[in-house]
Protein backbone atom coordinates (compact mmCIF):
# COMPACT_ATOMS: atom_id res chain seq x y z
CA UNK A 1 0.00 0.00 0.00
CA UNK A 2 2.92 2.36 0.36
CA UNK A 3 4.78 4.33 -2.45
CA UNK A 4 8.33 3.41 -3.63
CA UNK A 5 10.33 5.67 -5.91
CA UNK A 6 14.18 5.33 -6.99
CA UNK A 7 16.07 7.22 -9.05
CA UNK A 8 19.74 7.19 -10.80
CA UNK A 9 21.57 9.51 -13.77
CA UNK A 10 22.76 13.11 -13.73
CA UNK A 11 20.55 14.97 -12.29
CA UNK A 12 19.56 16.11 -8.48
CA UNK A 13 18.03 13.05 -7.20
CA UNK A 14 16.13 14.69 -3.93
CA UNK A 15 13.75 16.57 -6.32
CA UNK A 16 13.34 13.72 -8.30
CA UNK A 17 11.83 11.68 -5.46
CA UNK A 18 10.06 14.54 -3.73
CA UNK A 19 7.78 14.84 -6.69
CA UNK A 20 7.48 11.26 -7.60
CA UNK A 21 6.37 10.75 -3.89
CA UNK A 22 3.87 13.69 -4.55
CA UNK A 23 1.91 12.08 -6.65
CA UNK A 24 2.47 8.40 -5.19
CA UNK A 25 0.94 10.02 -1.31
CA UNK A 26 -2.51 8.03 -2.32
CA UNK A 27 -0.77 5.45 -1.62
CA UNK A 28 -0.49 6.23 1.86
CA UNK A 29 0.55 9.19 4.01
CA UNK A 30 1.59 8.16 7.54
CA UNK A 31 5.12 8.89 7.28
CA UNK A 32 7.41 9.50 4.25
CA UNK A 33 11.10 9.65 3.49
CA UNK A 34 13.97 9.85 0.58
CA UNK A 35 17.61 8.43 1.23
CA UNK A 36 20.26 10.03 -1.37
CA UNK A 37 23.72 9.15 -1.39
CA UNK A 38 25.66 12.21 -1.00
CA UNK A 39 28.81 11.09 -2.97
CA UNK A 40 30.28 10.15 0.42
CA UNK A 41 27.68 8.46 2.40
CA UNK A 42 23.98 7.57 2.03
CA UNK A 43 21.58 10.69 4.13
CA UNK A 44 18.48 9.78 4.92
CA UNK A 45 15.13 12.47 5.60
CA UNK A 46 11.94 11.29 7.28
CA UNK A 47 9.04 12.97 8.13
CA UNK A 48 6.19 11.41 10.34
CA UNK A 49 2.23 12.78 8.52
CA UNK A 50 1.95 13.89 4.84
CA UNK A 51 4.62 14.65 2.46
CA UNK A 52 4.64 18.31 2.75
CA UNK A 53 6.53 17.62 6.15
CA UNK A 54 9.65 15.80 4.57
CA UNK A 55 9.77 18.64 2.10
CA UNK A 56 9.92 21.01 4.71
CA UNK A 57 12.41 19.04 6.47
CA UNK A 58 14.11 18.92 2.61
CA UNK A 59 14.42 22.33 2.52
CA UNK A 60 15.76 23.03 5.79
CA UNK A 61 18.46 20.38 5.55
CA UNK A 62 18.87 19.37 1.92
CA UNK A 63 20.43 16.68 0.46
CA UNK A 64 22.14 16.31 -2.77
CA UNK A 65 23.47 13.21 -4.96
CA UNK A 66 22.60 11.64 -8.18
CA UNK A 67 20.99 8.56 -6.58
CA UNK A 68 18.14 7.92 -3.83
CA UNK A 69 15.21 5.81 -3.46
CA UNK A 70 11.99 7.62 -1.33
CA UNK A 71 8.34 6.00 0.29
CA UNK A 72 5.65 7.38 1.38
CA UNK A 73 4.21 4.77 4.04
CA UNK A 74 0.65 3.31 4.61
CA UNK A 75 1.74 1.64 8.32
CA UNK A 76 1.21 -2.21 8.27
CA UNK A 77 3.78 -2.85 11.43
CA UNK A 78 4.72 -0.11 13.95
CA UNK A 79 2.87 3.09 14.25
CA UNK A 80 3.13 5.66 11.89
CA UNK A 81 6.37 7.81 13.64
CA UNK A 82 9.87 8.94 12.22
CA UNK A 83 11.15 5.68 13.97
CA UNK A 84 9.37 3.67 11.57
CA UNK A 85 9.21 5.53 8.67
CA UNK A 86 11.42 4.13 5.70
CA UNK A 87 14.12 4.27 4.14
CA UNK A 88 15.71 2.20 7.05
CA UNK A 89 19.25 1.99 7.29
CA UNK A 90 21.52 -1.11 8.32
CA UNK A 91 23.53 -0.50 10.82
CA UNK A 92 26.53 -0.50 9.66
CA UNK A 93 25.10 2.49 7.96
CA UNK A 94 26.02 1.44 4.00
CA UNK A 95 22.78 -0.17 2.71
CA UNK A 96 19.01 1.72 2.88
CA UNK A 97 15.92 0.05 1.71
CA UNK A 98 12.31 0.86 0.86
CA UNK A 99 9.69 -1.71 0.78
CA UNK A 100 6.02 -2.27 0.40
CA UNK A 101 4.34 -5.40 1.24
CA UNK A 102 4.59 -7.94 4.91
CA UNK A 103 7.15 -9.74 5.95
CA UNK A 104 5.47 -13.04 7.01
CA UNK A 105 7.88 -14.48 9.14
CA UNK A 106 9.39 -11.10 10.37
CA UNK A 107 9.79 -12.21 13.75
CA UNK A 108 11.20 -15.68 13.71
CA UNK A 109 13.55 -13.26 11.43
CA UNK A 110 14.05 -10.88 13.78
CA UNK A 111 14.90 -12.95 16.68
CA UNK A 112 17.32 -14.61 14.36
CA UNK A 113 19.18 -10.77 13.63
CA UNK A 114 19.23 -10.08 17.40
CA UNK A 115 20.86 -13.36 18.18
CA UNK A 116 23.46 -12.31 15.73
CA UNK A 117 23.93 -9.12 17.25
CA UNK A 118 21.98 -7.06 15.07
CA UNK A 119 19.57 -4.06 16.98
CA UNK A 120 17.01 -2.86 15.81
CA UNK A 121 16.07 0.58 15.83
CA UNK A 122 12.46 0.27 14.29
CA UNK A 123 8.89 -1.82 15.04
CA UNK A 124 8.74 -2.08 11.55
CA UNK A 125 9.27 -5.32 9.72
CA UNK A 126 11.29 -4.10 6.72
CA UNK A 127 14.04 -3.55 9.37
CA UNK A 128 14.71 -7.60 8.64
CA UNK A 129 15.63 -7.02 5.17
CA UNK A 130 18.17 -4.41 5.53
CA UNK A 131 19.70 -6.48 8.72
CA UNK A 132 19.64 -9.64 6.09
CA UNK A 133 21.23 -7.70 3.04
CA UNK A 134 24.34 -6.37 5.65
CA UNK A 135 24.61 -9.86 7.30
CA UNK A 136 25.63 -11.16 3.31
CA UNK A 137 27.32 -8.26 2.24
CA UNK A 138 29.48 -7.92 5.75
CA UNK A 139 29.70 -11.36 6.69
CA UNK A 140 30.18 -13.04 3.27
CA UNK A 141 31.85 -10.43 1.24
CA UNK A 142 29.25 -10.58 -1.19
CA UNK A 143 28.10 -7.74 -3.54
CA UNK A 144 24.61 -5.60 -3.10
CA UNK A 145 23.15 -7.60 -5.70
CA UNK A 146 24.18 -10.98 -4.56
CA UNK A 147 24.02 -9.69 -1.12
CA UNK A 148 20.07 -8.46 -1.20
CA UNK A 149 18.91 -12.13 -3.52
CA UNK A 150 20.48 -14.09 -0.73
CA UNK A 151 18.33 -11.94 1.83
CA UNK A 152 15.09 -12.49 -0.49
CA UNK A 153 15.39 -16.18 -0.27
CA UNK A 154 14.51 -16.10 3.67
CA UNK A 155 11.24 -13.60 3.22
CA UNK A 156 7.91 -14.69 3.68
CA UNK A 157 5.15 -13.34 2.11
CA UNK A 158 4.22 -10.79 -0.82
CA UNK A 159 7.11 -7.89 -0.76
CA UNK A 160 8.48 -4.96 -3.31
CA UNK A 161 12.03 -3.51 -2.08
CA UNK A 162 14.40 -1.24 -3.47
CA UNK A 163 17.58 -0.89 -2.18
CA UNK A 164 20.35 1.50 -2.46
CA UNK A 165 24.38 0.56 -1.24
CA UNK A 166 26.57 3.37 -0.03
CA UNK A 167 29.41 0.55 -1.47
CA UNK A 168 28.24 0.51 -4.99
CA UNK A 169 26.33 3.69 -5.31
CA UNK A 170 25.71 3.35 -9.13
CA UNK A 171 22.85 1.06 -9.00
CA UNK A 172 19.37 0.61 -7.55
CA UNK A 173 18.25 -3.23 -6.66
CA UNK A 174 14.65 -3.62 -6.84
CA UNK A 175 12.43 -6.94 -6.77
CA UNK A 176 8.90 -8.35 -6.25
CA UNK A 177 7.92 -11.27 -4.83
CA UNK A 178 4.63 -12.18 -4.78
CA UNK A 179 1.98 -9.42 -5.62
CA UNK A 180 2.74 -6.83 -2.78
CA UNK A 181 2.33 -4.07 -5.30
CA UNK A 182 4.20 -3.91 -8.72
CA UNK A 183 7.42 -2.32 -9.72
CA UNK A 184 7.69 -0.35 -12.62
CA UNK A 185 11.26 0.72 -14.26
CA UNK A 186 11.20 3.88 -16.23
CA UNK A 187 13.48 4.44 -18.66
CA UNK A 188 14.87 7.77 -19.78
CA UNK A 189 18.18 9.53 -21.64
CA UNK A 190 21.11 8.32 -19.39
CA UNK A 191 18.99 8.07 -16.60
CA UNK A 192 16.61 5.50 -15.05
CA UNK A 193 13.82 5.80 -12.62
CA UNK A 194 11.97 2.87 -10.12
CA UNK A 195 8.62 3.40 -8.91
CA UNK A 196 5.52 1.37 -7.49
CA UNK A 197 3.22 3.04 -9.75
CA UNK A 198 3.05 4.94 -12.91
CA UNK A 199 2.31 8.58 -12.31
CA UNK A 200 5.74 8.97 -10.01
CA UNK A 201 7.42 9.05 -12.87
CA UNK A 202 4.92 9.45 -15.63
CA UNK A 203 6.26 13.04 -16.29
CA UNK A 204 9.88 11.43 -16.99
CA UNK A 205 8.74 9.26 -19.34
CA UNK A 206 6.40 7.04 -20.52
CA UNK A 207 8.84 4.03 -21.69
CA UNK A 208 8.33 1.38 -19.02
CA UNK A 209 8.85 -2.53 -18.09
CA UNK A 210 7.15 -4.19 -15.37
CA UNK A 211 8.62 -6.31 -12.84
CA UNK A 212 6.67 -9.67 -12.68
CA UNK A 213 6.35 -11.78 -8.96
CA UNK A 214 10.46 -13.11 -8.43
CA UNK A 215 12.53 -11.02 -10.51
CA UNK A 216 14.44 -8.64 -9.04
CA UNK A 217 16.49 -5.89 -11.10
CA UNK A 218 19.59 -3.92 -11.23
CA UNK A 219 19.07 -0.72 -12.30
CA UNK A 220 21.47 2.01 -13.34
CA UNK A 221 21.89 5.34 -15.71
CA UNK A 222 22.13 3.16 -18.90
CA UNK A 223 19.60 1.00 -17.94
CA UNK A 224 18.27 -2.48 -15.86
CA UNK A 225 19.46 -5.88 -15.67
CA UNK A 226 16.28 -8.14 -14.59
CA UNK A 227 16.75 -11.78 -13.09
CA UNK A 228 15.27 -14.39 -11.68
CA UNK A 229 15.57 -15.24 -7.82
CA UNK A 230 18.51 -17.69 -8.77
CA UNK A 231 20.45 -14.72 -10.34
CA UNK A 232 19.69 -16.04 -14.27
CA UNK A 233 19.13 -13.22 -16.26
CA UNK A 234 15.36 -12.56 -17.82
CA UNK A 235 14.42 -10.55 -21.13
CA UNK A 236 11.93 -8.43 -20.59
CA UNK A 237 9.90 -6.20 -22.70
CA UNK A 238 9.81 -1.98 -22.92
CA UNK A 239 6.32 -0.84 -23.42
CA UNK A 240 5.49 3.07 -23.78
CA UNK A 241 2.43 3.82 -21.78
CA UNK A 242 -0.40 5.82 -23.42
CA UNK A 243 -1.07 7.35 -20.15
CA UNK A 244 -0.59 11.19 -20.60
CA UNK A 245 1.22 13.22 -17.30
CA UNK A 246 -1.14 16.12 -17.73
CA UNK A 247 -3.69 13.36 -16.52
CA UNK A 248 -1.88 13.14 -12.89
CA UNK A 249 -1.81 16.79 -12.53
CA UNK A 250 -4.97 18.60 -10.67
CA UNK A 251 -5.00 21.22 -12.68
CA UNK A 252 -7.95 23.92 -12.06
CA UNK A 253 -9.89 21.43 -9.71
CA UNK A 254 -9.50 22.48 -5.89
CA UNK A 255 -9.64 17.93 -5.33
CA UNK A 256 -8.25 15.11 -7.51
CA UNK A 257 -11.69 14.00 -6.64
CA UNK A 258 -13.70 16.95 -7.87
CA UNK A 259 -11.40 16.46 -10.99
CA UNK A 260 -12.02 12.92 -11.18
CA UNK A 261 -15.85 13.31 -11.37
CA UNK A 262 -15.64 15.34 -14.20
CA UNK A 263 -14.03 13.67 -16.21
CA UNK A 264 -16.24 10.98 -16.26
CA UNK A 265 -17.87 11.68 -19.50
CA UNK A 266 -14.41 11.91 -21.44
CA UNK A 267 -13.86 8.18 -19.47
CA UNK A 268 -17.08 7.06 -20.72
CA UNK A 269 -16.51 8.52 -23.93
CA UNK A 270 -13.19 6.88 -24.63
CA UNK A 271 -14.72 3.46 -23.03
CA UNK A 272 -17.23 3.11 -25.48
CA UNK A 273 -15.04 4.66 -28.19
CA UNK A 274 -13.15 1.77 -30.74
CA UNK A 275 -15.54 -1.07 -28.77
CA UNK A 276 -18.97 -0.55 -30.53
CA UNK A 277 -20.04 -0.88 -34.10
CA UNK A 278 -23.11 0.73 -33.72
CA UNK A 279 -24.02 -0.32 -37.58
CA UNK A 280 -23.22 -3.73 -37.18
CA UNK A 281 -25.06 -3.57 -33.41
CA UNK A 282 -21.84 -5.68 -32.17
CA UNK A 283 -18.79 -5.14 -29.69
CA UNK A 284 -15.31 -5.51 -29.38
CA UNK A 285 -12.21 -5.84 -27.28
CA UNK A 286 -8.98 -5.74 -28.49
CA UNK A 287 -7.57 -7.79 -25.72
CA UNK A 288 -10.72 -9.90 -24.75
CA UNK A 289 -11.79 -12.54 -27.19
CA UNK A 290 -13.97 -15.54 -26.64
CA UNK A 291 -15.42 -18.31 -29.31
CA UNK A 292 -19.36 -18.79 -29.44
CA UNK A 293 -18.76 -22.43 -28.66
CA UNK A 294 -16.63 -20.95 -25.30
CA UNK A 295 -19.30 -18.73 -24.59
CA UNK A 296 -22.33 -20.63 -25.32
CA UNK A 297 -20.76 -22.95 -23.13
CA UNK A 298 -19.66 -20.66 -20.04
CA UNK A 299 -22.07 -22.35 -17.39
CA UNK A 300 -21.31 -19.35 -14.64
CA UNK A 301 -19.35 -16.03 -14.14
CA UNK A 302 -18.00 -15.26 -10.65
CA UNK A 303 -17.42 -11.48 -10.66
CA UNK A 304 -14.86 -10.90 -7.76
CA UNK A 305 -13.65 -7.47 -6.31
CA UNK A 306 -13.30 -5.41 -3.37
CA UNK A 307 -15.13 -1.67 -2.44
CA UNK A 308 -16.28 0.16 -5.06
CA UNK A 309 -15.00 -2.44 -7.53
CA UNK A 310 -17.38 -4.86 -6.09
CA UNK A 311 -20.22 -2.58 -5.85
CA UNK A 312 -19.65 -2.33 -9.78
CA UNK A 313 -19.90 -6.36 -10.19
CA UNK A 314 -23.25 -6.14 -8.67
CA UNK A 315 -24.67 -4.28 -11.61
CA UNK A 316 -22.65 -6.74 -13.50
CA UNK A 317 -24.57 -9.57 -12.56
CA UNK A 318 -27.53 -8.04 -13.94
CA UNK A 319 -25.92 -7.37 -17.26
CA UNK A 320 -25.16 -11.06 -17.98
CA UNK A 321 -28.01 -12.14 -16.48
CA UNK A 322 -30.12 -10.16 -18.10
CA UNK A 323 -28.43 -10.10 -21.14
CA UNK A 324 -26.24 -12.93 -21.81
CA UNK A 325 -28.70 -15.04 -19.49
CA UNK A 326 -25.43 -16.61 -17.56
CA UNK A 327 -25.52 -17.45 -13.78
CA UNK A 328 -23.37 -14.87 -12.26
CA UNK A 329 -22.20 -14.55 -8.84
CA UNK A 330 -20.53 -11.81 -7.07
CA UNK A 331 -17.72 -12.45 -4.31
CA UNK A 332 -15.88 -9.92 -2.19
CA UNK A 333 -12.22 -10.71 -3.39
CA UNK A 334 -11.37 -11.29 0.05
CA UNK A 335 -13.61 -13.83 0.93
CA UNK A 336 -13.53 -16.19 -2.17
CA UNK A 337 -10.45 -18.39 -1.77
CA UNK A 338 -11.91 -19.11 1.67
CA UNK A 339 -15.01 -20.05 0.35
CA UNK A 340 -13.81 -22.92 -1.20
CA UNK A 341 -16.30 -22.22 -4.49
CA UNK A 342 -17.66 -24.61 -6.44
CA UNK A 343 -16.30 -24.22 -10.18
CA UNK A 344 -17.51 -25.88 -12.83
CA UNK A 345 -16.12 -27.01 -16.22
CA UNK A 346 -16.06 -23.74 -18.30
CA UNK A 347 -16.42 -21.27 -15.68
CA UNK A 348 -15.07 -17.72 -15.71
CA UNK A 349 -13.30 -15.64 -12.93
CA UNK A 350 -13.79 -11.72 -13.79
CA UNK A 351 -11.85 -9.40 -11.38
CA UNK A 352 -12.61 -5.89 -11.48
CA UNK A 353 -9.57 -3.89 -9.89
CA UNK A 354 -9.19 0.15 -10.54
CA UNK A 355 -5.34 -0.43 -9.65
CA UNK A 356 -5.50 -3.98 -10.96
CA UNK A 357 -2.80 -4.49 -7.48
CA UNK A 358 -5.77 -5.53 -4.94
CA UNK A 359 -4.01 -8.19 -2.99
CA UNK A 360 -6.77 -9.89 -2.34
CA UNK A 361 -8.24 -8.95 -6.05
CA UNK A 362 -5.32 -10.90 -6.97
CA UNK A 363 -5.58 -13.71 -4.65
CA UNK A 364 -9.11 -14.26 -5.79
CA UNK A 365 -7.73 -14.65 -9.50
CA UNK A 366 -4.99 -17.21 -8.07
CA UNK A 367 -8.06 -18.87 -6.55
CA UNK A 368 -10.21 -19.06 -10.24
CA UNK A 369 -7.28 -20.48 -11.72
CA UNK A 370 -6.29 -23.08 -9.23
CA UNK A 371 -9.83 -24.26 -10.02
CA UNK A 372 -9.36 -24.14 -13.85
CA UNK A 373 -11.39 -21.02 -14.63
CA UNK A 374 -10.71 -18.82 -17.30
CA UNK A 375 -9.66 -15.18 -15.74
CA UNK A 376 -11.00 -12.18 -17.38
CA UNK A 377 -9.98 -8.50 -15.76
CA UNK A 378 -11.20 -5.61 -16.34
CA UNK A 379 -8.25 -2.85 -14.75
CA UNK A 380 -7.24 0.42 -15.28
CA UNK A 381 -3.54 0.63 -14.54
CA UNK A 382 -1.48 -0.39 -17.25
CA UNK A 383 0.58 -3.18 -16.84
CA UNK A 384 -0.54 -4.01 -13.42
CA UNK A 385 -0.35 -7.95 -12.08
CA UNK A 386 -4.22 -8.10 -12.72
CA UNK A 387 -3.81 -7.33 -16.38
CA UNK A 388 -0.88 -9.34 -16.89
CA UNK A 389 -1.95 -12.72 -15.05
CA UNK A 390 -6.10 -12.43 -16.90
CA UNK A 391 -6.46 -14.64 -20.11
CA UNK A 392 -8.43 -11.33 -21.33
CA UNK A 393 -8.89 -8.23 -20.28
CA UNK A 394 -10.73 -4.66 -20.57
CA UNK A 395 -9.12 -1.63 -19.90
CA UNK A 396 -10.43 0.90 -18.80
CA UNK A 397 -9.95 4.62 -20.41
CA UNK A 398 -9.94 6.66 -17.67
CA UNK A 399 -6.45 7.74 -17.53
CA UNK A 400 -4.90 7.54 -13.55
CA UNK A 401 -7.18 7.76 -10.71
CA UNK A 402 -5.57 9.36 -8.21
CA UNK A 403 -8.27 10.64 -5.52
CA UNK A 404 -8.50 7.56 -2.67
CA UNK A 405 -12.38 7.54 -3.03
CA UNK A 406 -12.99 6.14 -6.65
CA UNK A 407 -15.07 7.86 -8.81
CA UNK A 408 -15.09 7.88 -12.86
CA UNK A 409 -13.40 4.40 -12.59
CA UNK A 410 -16.80 3.07 -10.97
CA UNK A 411 -18.78 4.36 -14.12
CA UNK A 412 -16.36 3.10 -16.76
CA UNK A 413 -16.70 -0.41 -15.58
CA UNK A 414 -20.12 -0.14 -15.67
CA UNK A 415 -19.97 0.88 -19.37
CA UNK A 416 -17.11 -2.37 -19.47
CA UNK A 417 -19.64 -4.74 -17.61
CA UNK A 418 -22.73 -3.24 -19.93
CA UNK A 419 -20.39 -3.69 -23.24
CA UNK A 420 -19.35 -7.22 -22.13
CA UNK A 421 -22.68 -8.54 -21.29
CA UNK A 422 -23.63 -7.19 -24.99
CA UNK A 423 -21.14 -9.05 -26.68
CA UNK A 424 -21.70 -12.53 -24.71
CA UNK A 425 -25.08 -11.99 -25.33
CA UNK A 426 -24.00 -11.88 -29.46
CA UNK A 427 -21.73 -14.99 -28.99
CA UNK A 428 -24.59 -16.71 -27.07
CA UNK A 429 -27.52 -15.45 -29.46
CA UNK A 430 -29.69 -14.01 -26.24
CA UNK A 431 -30.63 -11.19 -27.82
CA UNK A 432 -31.75 -10.38 -31.40
CA UNK A 433 -29.75 -8.02 -33.69
CA UNK A 434 -32.46 -5.05 -32.87
CA UNK A 435 -32.45 -5.63 -29.48
CA UNK A 436 -28.79 -4.84 -29.37
CA UNK A 437 -28.84 -2.36 -31.64
CA UNK A 438 -31.19 -0.57 -28.94
CA UNK A 439 -29.17 -1.36 -26.36
CA UNK A 440 -26.38 0.26 -27.99
CA UNK A 441 -27.98 3.26 -28.97
CA UNK A 442 -28.67 3.72 -25.00
CA UNK A 443 -25.19 3.32 -24.38
CA UNK A 444 -24.66 6.15 -26.96
CA UNK A 445 -26.62 8.34 -24.88
CA UNK A 446 -24.66 8.16 -21.59
CA UNK A 447 -21.76 10.75 -22.01
CA UNK A 448 -24.10 13.11 -22.70
CA UNK A 449 -26.73 12.14 -19.75
CA UNK A 450 -23.58 12.35 -17.14
CA UNK A 451 -22.60 15.61 -18.77
CA UNK A 452 -26.27 16.87 -18.00
CA UNK A 453 -26.09 15.53 -14.17
CA UNK A 454 -22.59 17.33 -13.63
CA UNK A 455 -24.36 20.39 -14.36
CA UNK A 456 -26.29 19.95 -11.85
CA UNK A 457 -23.71 20.17 -8.99
CA UNK A 458 -24.43 23.52 -7.20
CA UNK A 459 -27.76 21.85 -6.59
CA UNK A 460 -26.15 18.83 -5.16
CA UNK A 461 -24.09 21.31 -3.11
CA UNK A 462 -26.45 23.16 -1.65
CA UNK A 463 -28.66 19.60 -0.72
CA UNK A 464 -25.41 18.41 1.11
CA UNK A 465 -24.83 21.61 2.69
CA UNK A 466 -28.23 20.70 4.53
CA UNK A 467 -27.18 17.55 5.61
CA UNK A 468 -23.40 18.41 6.73
CA UNK A 469 -24.31 17.61 10.12
CA UNK A 470 -25.65 14.29 9.87
CA UNK A 471 -24.35 11.49 11.64
CA UNK A 472 -25.85 8.47 10.48
CA UNK A 473 -27.84 8.08 6.98
CA UNK A 474 -29.10 5.19 5.04
CA UNK A 475 -28.69 4.76 1.46
CA UNK A 476 -31.49 2.38 0.29
CA UNK A 477 -31.99 0.51 -3.44
CA UNK A 478 -33.67 -2.46 -4.89
CA UNK A 479 -32.96 -4.03 -8.06
CA UNK A 480 -29.93 -2.70 -10.19
CA UNK A 481 -30.28 0.53 -8.10
CA UNK A 482 -29.23 -1.39 -4.86
CA UNK A 483 -25.63 -1.74 -5.37
CA UNK A 484 -25.90 2.30 -6.09
CA UNK A 485 -27.03 2.60 -2.69
CA UNK A 486 -24.01 0.27 -1.29
CA UNK A 487 -21.25 2.73 -3.66
CA UNK A 488 -23.47 5.90 -2.60
CA UNK A 489 -22.57 4.66 1.19
CA UNK A 490 -19.32 3.91 0.93
CA UNK A 491 -18.18 7.53 -0.55
CA UNK A 492 -19.85 9.08 2.52
CA UNK A 493 -18.05 6.86 4.99
CA UNK A 494 -14.71 7.11 3.36
CA UNK A 495 -14.26 10.67 2.79
CA UNK A 496 -16.78 12.38 4.94
CA UNK A 497 -16.00 10.21 8.39
CA UNK A 498 -20.31 9.80 8.47
CA UNK A 499 -21.77 6.52 9.45
CA UNK A 500 -23.85 5.57 6.14
CA UNK A 501 -25.40 2.14 5.46
CA UNK A 502 -26.45 1.11 1.86
CA UNK A 503 -29.15 -1.26 2.74
CA UNK A 504 -31.33 -3.13 0.55
CA UNK A 505 -34.91 -1.01 0.94
CA UNK A 506 -36.92 -4.28 0.90
CA UNK A 507 -34.96 -5.39 4.46
CA UNK A 508 -35.91 -2.10 5.96
CA UNK A 509 -39.03 -3.21 8.10
CA UNK A 510 -37.19 -6.54 9.10
CA UNK A 511 -35.58 -4.54 11.60
CA UNK A 512 -33.32 -1.68 10.89
CA UNK A 513 -36.12 0.81 10.34
CA UNK A 514 -36.34 0.65 14.28
CA UNK A 515 -33.81 3.00 14.02
CA UNK A 516 -35.20 6.10 12.08
CA UNK A 517 -35.72 9.34 13.76
CA UNK A 518 -35.67 12.76 12.69
CA UNK A 519 -32.08 12.65 12.95
CA UNK A 520 -31.35 9.28 10.71
CA UNK A 521 -31.75 10.81 7.09
CA UNK A 522 -32.76 8.20 4.80
CA UNK A 523 -31.71 8.51 0.72
CA UNK A 524 -34.02 6.37 -1.28
CA UNK A 525 -32.52 5.74 -5.08
CA UNK A 526 -35.61 5.95 -6.69
CA UNK A 527 -34.53 6.80 -10.20
CA UNK A 528 -37.54 5.74 -13.17
CA UNK A 529 -36.31 1.60 -13.48
CA UNK A 530 -38.65 -1.27 -12.78
CA UNK A 531 -38.30 -0.68 -9.12
CA UNK A 532 -39.30 2.64 -8.72
CA UNK A 533 -42.81 2.50 -7.18
CA UNK A 534 -41.84 -0.06 -4.45
CA UNK A 535 -39.08 2.96 -3.48
CA UNK A 536 -41.31 5.68 -3.46
CA UNK A 537 -43.23 3.66 -0.89
CA UNK A 538 -39.61 3.82 1.09
CA UNK A 539 -39.97 7.67 1.29
CA UNK A 540 -42.93 7.21 2.58
CA UNK A 541 -42.63 4.94 4.90
CA UNK A 542 -39.39 6.11 5.85
CA UNK A 543 -41.39 10.01 6.29
CA UNK A 544 -44.09 8.28 8.47
CA UNK A 545 -40.97 7.34 11.04
CA UNK A 546 -40.22 11.18 11.01
CA UNK A 547 -36.98 10.89 9.28
CA UNK A 548 -35.52 13.08 7.19
CA UNK A 549 -35.70 12.30 3.38
CA UNK A 550 -33.78 12.63 0.32
CA UNK A 551 -34.37 10.92 -3.28
CA UNK A 552 -32.62 10.45 -6.21
CA UNK A 553 -35.36 10.52 -8.89
CA UNK A 554 -35.84 11.63 -12.54
CA UNK A 555 -36.62 15.06 -14.14
CA UNK A 556 -40.62 15.78 -13.57
CA UNK A 557 -40.90 13.27 -11.01
CA UNK A 558 -43.75 15.19 -9.00
CA UNK A 559 -44.71 12.19 -6.51
CA UNK A 560 -41.15 12.08 -5.60
CA UNK A 561 -40.97 15.82 -5.20
CA UNK A 562 -44.17 15.86 -2.95
CA UNK A 563 -42.71 13.36 -0.95
CA UNK A 564 -38.90 13.62 -0.13
CA UNK A 565 -37.19 16.72 1.62
CA UNK A 566 -34.93 16.84 -1.03
CA UNK A 567 -34.25 15.58 -4.42
CA UNK A 568 -31.48 15.29 -6.17
CA UNK A 569 -32.48 15.26 -9.64
CA UNK A 570 -30.71 13.46 -12.42
CA UNK A 571 -32.34 12.94 -16.08
CA UNK A 572 -34.39 10.54 -17.63
CA UNK A 573 -32.03 7.02 -18.33
CA UNK A 574 -32.24 3.88 -20.10
CA UNK A 575 -32.79 2.08 -16.67
CA UNK A 576 -30.17 -0.49 -17.19
CA UNK A 577 -27.64 2.21 -17.33
CA UNK A 578 -29.61 4.40 -14.56
CA UNK A 579 -27.00 3.10 -11.95
CA UNK A 580 -23.98 5.71 -13.48
CA UNK A 581 -26.07 8.84 -13.48
CA UNK A 582 -27.78 7.81 -10.18
CA UNK A 583 -24.49 7.44 -8.55
CA UNK A 584 -23.29 11.01 -9.74
CA UNK A 585 -24.94 13.15 -7.31
CA UNK A 586 -23.96 10.85 -4.81
CA UNK A 587 -20.41 11.03 -5.10
CA UNK A 588 -21.25 14.76 -5.57
CA UNK A 589 -23.08 15.13 -2.41
CA UNK A 590 -20.61 13.43 -0.39
CA UNK A 591 -17.95 15.50 -1.48
CA UNK A 592 -19.92 18.61 -0.86
CA UNK A 593 -20.19 17.41 2.68
CA UNK A 594 -16.74 16.22 3.50
CA UNK A 595 -15.89 19.84 1.99
CA UNK A 596 -17.84 21.31 4.12
CA UNK A 597 -16.82 19.46 7.19
CA UNK A 598 -12.85 20.34 6.33
CA UNK A 599 -11.98 16.93 5.72
CA UNK A 600 -8.94 15.73 3.24
CA UNK A 601 -10.69 14.54 0.20
CA UNK A 602 -8.20 13.16 -1.29
CA UNK A 603 -6.06 11.61 1.50
CA UNK A 604 -8.61 10.29 4.01
CA UNK A 605 -7.36 9.35 6.93
CA UNK A 606 -6.30 5.25 7.33
CA UNK A 607 -7.02 5.06 3.93
CA UNK A 608 -4.72 4.18 0.81
CA UNK A 609 -5.82 4.25 -2.83
CA UNK A 610 -4.21 0.45 -3.60
CA UNK A 611 -4.93 -2.25 -0.83
CA UNK A 612 -1.77 -4.31 -1.88
CA UNK A 613 -1.84 -6.66 1.49
CA UNK A 614 -4.36 -8.82 2.84
C1 LIG B 1 -13.18 3.17 -3.36
O1 LIG B 1 -13.60 4.46 -3.19
C2 LIG B 1 -12.26 2.64 -2.39
N1 LIG B 1 -11.25 3.51 -2.00
C3 LIG B 1 -11.96 1.17 -2.42
O2 LIG B 1 -13.13 0.56 -2.00
C4 LIG B 1 -11.49 0.50 -3.74
O3 LIG B 1 -12.51 0.51 -4.68
C5 LIG B 1 -11.03 -0.94 -3.42
O4 LIG B 1 -9.96 -0.89 -2.53
C6 LIG B 1 -10.66 -1.72 -4.65
O5 LIG B 1 -9.57 -1.17 -5.31
P1 LIG B 1 -9.15 -1.66 -6.75
O6 LIG B 1 -10.28 -1.30 -7.67
O7 LIG B 1 -7.90 -0.91 -7.06
O8 LIG B 1 -8.95 -3.13 -6.69
Known amino acids: MCGIVGYVGSRDAAPILLNGLRRLEYRGYDSAGIAVFDGQRIQIRRAVGKLQGLIDQVAREPVHGHIGIGHTRWATHGE ?41 RSDTDTEVIVHLIERYLEGHGMGIVEATRRALK ?6 AIVVLAATEPDKLVTARLGNAGGITLGFGQDEMFVASDLPAILEHTRQVAFLEPGQMAVVTREGAQVLSLDGEPIPYEITTVPWDPVAAEKGEYRHFMLKEIHEQVRGLTDTIAGRIEPSAARVRFLHLEATPEFARRIPKIFITACGTAYHSGLVGKFYFERLARIPTEVVIASEFRYMDPIVPEGAVVLAISQSGETADTLAAMEEGRRKGATL ?28 VASTKAYTA ?36 LVGETLQREDQYAAIA ?15 INMPTAYEGALKLKEIAYVHAEGYPAGEMKHGPIALLDENFPVLALAPRDPWYEKMISQVEQSRARGAPTLAVATDGDDRAASLADAVLWVPETPWLLSPVTSVIPLQLFAYHIATERGLDVDQPRNLAKSVTVE
Open 376 to 403: WAIVNVIGSQAMRMADGYISMQVGPEIS
Open 413 to 448: TLADLYMLALYLAELRGTLSEAQRRQLIQDLLTLPD
Open 80 to 120: PSVRNAHPHLSQNGQVVVVHNGIVENFLALKDELQAEGFTF
Open 154 to 159: HLRGSN
Open 465 to 479: RRFVRAQNMFYLGRG
